[in-house]
């Protein structure tokens, strides 16, 4: 019995298959793009490997596309059977079997709640550590995540080899559970001991971008640019970052640019990117820049994984691109088919496409069709769950910042004055570029409403 860097055994057959499997391992910490390649090399060397094999599972799982889970669940098969066949799998093997086959019927939950028992006999587990994040941040569960960490953190002192990035996750929870100061240390530390910890660089942005600091994240960012040059599509996701932080400080042209060249450099399906692309354009729209054309491509895209159904942070990016783009009949097809999901129930997924996705789903649709009353009721009804849906409070931003612009533009301006005090509330006590502007709007409608019932007052007295 082999152990890998992470100090964990392995049933691996040689040196040639550790190598492959530690540079797997080391890929997955650091959102590495070769990473899938290097798992392939592991199980070429290795093929009876039943935990790379289940690996691979979670891993194609996680893509939230329909298309993967077919795969996802051969991989499943497979190391299930090498499982049997080899006697009683040791524990590890086991959780992670078992993880796969809760993610594959819907039951996301379970599945973080196995990693997380098995982590306590195990804590050193960085996969399993990694794979627990992963989950709890597509369920939204930051609080879940934060506790995970906190319990795991005596692992992972300076001497394991997972540390930085550690580190880096417990960052990011950190952030999503409103702890800015800490979170901020720690994504900083994270950096320093493990130069290519992308996911704690990011973490640090959040908090730049959470506390209304965008000149301070540029400035983090500035010179960074090899903390997540050798990511998967991840990298698009920090560029994305960037442009948030320039949309705030009013640099249009550049992002842009960053949106050309950087974001959508690969025009690609994968729902992350698409959430990327959509949101950022339609914060644009929001500020009244004109995008062009830039909407077909990603509706076109969009309106082809129409019957995905596989997480409701997709299926939402997906609708945003197609009633940004004007495509009602397929946004009406798709809202439907969200319905349908939703009444069938019974899992994690379908719970979550009742609600909060229902609501917001219709806020959506409305909004395409510029019934902006039926917009803001919506998405105001589906806000107290949006968490549920997965995603950062920088992701799930875009429909906050809908809500309000509809509520403003449906005459609901005391409700949306309402949401942005929370908002504020939320984001250390302060106000970014966005929530300025919509201040200044509410007032100069006060200030026109007082003017005319002035004038009104005056005429009637003469």
Same mark, same amino acid.
């Given at each position: ?10 049933? +691996? #057959?040689?040196? &040639? ?16 793009? @070769? ?7 592991? +199980?070429? @060397? ?26 996802? &669940? ?30 594959? !019927? ?7 709640? =196995? ?7 195990? #804590? ?21 995540? /934060? ?20 580190? %880096? ?8 559970? %409103? ?34 600091? !965008? ?41 842009? !640019?960053?949106?050309?060249?950087? =974001?959508? !450099? ?68 798709? +809202? ?25 789903? /219709? ?9 902006? %009353? ?5 998405? @105001? ?27 403003? /533009? ?9 949401? +942005?005090?929370?908002? &504020? ?32 007052? =005056?005429?009637?007295?003469?």
């Amino acid at each position: 019995m082999r152990q890998d860097l992470f100090g964990q055994d392995v049933d +691996l #057959p040689d040196e &040639r298959a550790l190598d492959a499997w530690n540079d797997a391992l080391r890929g997955f910490m650091a959102h590495g793009a @070769a990473t899938a390649d290097r798992l392939a090399d592991c +199980l070429a @060397a290795a093929p009876d490997f039943a935990l790379g094999h289940a690996t691979k599972g979670l891993f194609l799982a996680l893509l939230g596309r329909r298309e993967m889970m077919e795969q996802a &669940r051969l991989a499943r098969d497979t190391a299930q059977r090498l499982a049997r066949e080899g006697g009683t799998p040791d524990p590890r093997t086991a959780a992670l079997i078992a993880t796969l086959v809760a993610c594959l !019927s819907g039951r996301m939950v379970e599945a973080a709640d =196995i990693l997380t028992r098995h982590l306590r006999h195990a #804590p050193g587990d960085a996969l399993a550590m990694k794979l627990d994040h992963a989950l709890r941040f597509v369920l939204g569960d930051a609080r879940g995540m /934060r506790t995970a960490l906190e319990n795991l953190a005596p692992a992972y002192g300076a001497d394991h080899a997972a540390h930085g990035y550690f580190l %880096g996750c417990r960052a990011f929870a950190l952030e999503e559970t %409103g702890d800015y100061a800490a979170a901020e240390r720690s994504g900083t530390a994270a950096l320093e001991h493990t130069r290519d910890d992308a996911w704690g660089l990011h973490a640090v942005t959040h908090v730049h971008d959470m506390t209304g600091r !965008s000149n301070d994240g540029l400035h983090w960012l500035d010179g960074r640019e090899d903390a997540w040059a050798h990511c998967n599509n991840f990298r698009f996701h920090v560029w994305w970052h960037k442009a948030l932080l320039l949309l705030d400080v009013g640099r249009i042209d550049a992002v842009l !640019s960053l949106y050309d060249h950087q =974001i959508r !450099s690969q025009r690609t399906d994968d729902y992350r990117d698409i959430s990327n692309a959509a949101s950022l354009l339609l914060r644009l729209e929001l500020e009244g820049v004109d995008v062009g054309g830039r909407w077909s491509e990603l509706a076109e895209l969009s309106q082809a994984r129409c019957e995905d159904g596989c997480l409701i942070f997709a299926d939402l990016h997906y609708l945003m691109a197609l009633v940004s783009d004007g495509r009602q009949a397929p946004a009406h097809a798709m +809202l439907r088919r969200m319905e349908a999901q939703a009444r069938q129930g019974g899992d994690d997924v379908a719970r979550r496409m009742a609600r909060p996705g229902l609501s917001a789903a /219709r806020g959506l649709e409305a909004f395409g069709a510029g019934d902006y %009353g039926t917009a803001f009721l919506n998405l @105001a009804a589906a806000r107290g769950q949006m968490q549920q849906a997965g995603g950062s409070h920088a992701q799930r931003d875009v429909f906050e910042r809908l809500c309000i612009d509809c509520g403003l /533009r449906a005459g609901y301006v005391v409700e949306a004055e309402s949401i +942005l005090e929370d908002r &504020r509330a939320r984001r250390a006590g302060r106000d970014d570029g966005f929530a300025i502007a919509r201040r200044e709007l509410i007032a100069t409608a006060r200030g026109a409403a007082q003017t005319t019932l002035a004038a009104k007052r =005056i005429g009637a007295t003469r």
